[in-house]
C-alpha cells in the first residue's frame, strides 16, 4: 500500500495562509493534490492538518483528511518528521498501513507526474530508503563570496580561485517537493539525506522555493509562462492528440 501525505498546517508566517492562497488559479495545495492523483500511486492521498479550513479545501479537491493534527505539531518549529510519524500512527488507528509514504510538500505546483512515477520506480529498483527530489545549484558552489564583518569580500574556498566551471563537481540542493520512503525508515528515524537514499534531479527551473511575496510572484509568473508553452507545443505538435470538442 501507498500512502500519499501532504503536511498543511495553517499558520504560515511570511505569506499569510500560503498553503491555500489562490495560485494561478486554484487554491496553492490544490495543485499537488492534483498531480497525486492523476499519478494513479496512491490508495490515499492524506493532508495532515489542523485548520478546519484547509482541511475543508483539501478534501474538496479529493484528498483524506481523517484525523487532527495535534496544536503541539503545528506550530513554527515543528519538523516534517514528527508530523508524518504522527500521521503513521493516525491511519494506523482507522487500518490504513501503508508499505511506502510519499511527503509531499502543499507548495510544490511546479510537481509533475512523472516525478513521482520515477521516485518510487528508483526507491524499488534501487531498494533505497528514501527517494527524493534535487536539483542543481546554478553557480559551482566552490566559488562562493562570502562579506566580512569589515564588509570585505573573500572566497569559502580560495584554492578554486583559478579553477574553471566546467572542471568542478556539481552540487546539489534539496528541491523541497517529494519524498518517497519505506514506512519504517520514516518510523525509525533514518537520515533522508545519506548514501541510502536515492536524488531523483529536477531542472532548476521546475524548482521554487515559495517563502517571500516576490517568491510567490515569480513562481506565477514562471508557473502560467510554462502553461503556455505547453499549450503551444499541443497546438503545433501533430503528435500530441488535440480535443477537437473544444
Avoid at 489562490?22 to 496512491?42: D, V, Y
Avoid at 490504513?96 to 521516485?119: N, R, S, W
Avoid at 583559478?162 to 528541491?175: F, I, V, W
Avoid at 545519506?194 to 517571500?212: A, E, G, Y
Wanted: glycine share 4%; proline share 7%; net charge negative.
Amino acid at each position: 500500500m501507498k500512502v500519499c501525505i501532504i503536511p498543511a498546517r495553517g499558520g504560515s508566517k511570511r505569506i499569510l495562509r500560503k498553503n491555500i492562497r489562490e495560485f494561478c488559479g486554484l487554491p496553492m495545495i490544490a495543485w499537488p493534490i492534483q498531480i497525486a492523483r492523476e499519478s494513479g500511486l496512491f490508495n490515499h492521498i492524506v493532508v495532515s492538518t489542523e485548520d478546519e479550513e484547509i482541511a475543508g479545501i483539501a478534501k474538496a479537491y479529493g484528498a483524506e483528511v481523517p484525523f487532527s493534527r495535534p496544536m503541539d505539531l503545528a506550530n513554527d518549529y515543528t519538523a516534517t518528521r514528527p508530523v508524518i510519524i504522527n500521521a503513521i500512527e493516525e491511519l494506523g488507528k482507522i487500518n490504513v498501513a501503508p508499505d511506502y509514504v510519499c511527503v509531499i510538500y502543499p507548495t510544490a505546483p511546479f510537481l509533475q507526474v512523472d516525478d513521482l512515477k520515477h521516485g518510487f520506480e528508483q526507491l524499488i529498483l534501487k531498494n533505497a530508503t528514501f527517494a527524493f527530489s534535487v536539483t542543481n545549484f546554478s553557480y559551482p558552489i566552490q566559488r562562493a563570496l562570502k562579506i566580512n564583518p569589515t564588509g570585505s569580500i573573500s572566497m569559502y574556498q580560495p584554492e578554486y580561485r583559478m579553477a574553471r566551471s566546467q572542471d568542478l563537481d556539481a552540487a546539489y540542493h534539496d528541491a523541497g517537493q517529494f519524498y518517497w520512503g519505506q514506512t519504517e525508515a520514516f518510523l525509525v528515524g533514518d537520515e533522508v539525506f545519506s548514501s541510502l537514499s536515492v536524488p531523483i534531479i529536477l531542472p532548476n527551473w521546475r524548482v521554487h522555493d515559495i517563502d517571500t511575496e516576490e517568491d510567490f510572484v515569480r513562481a506565477e509568473l514562471i508557473f502560467e509562462a510554462l502553461k503556455m508553452r505547453n499549450k503551444k507545443l499541443e497546438l503545433t505538435n501533430p503528435y500530441i492528440p488535440r480535443n477537437t470538442n473544444t
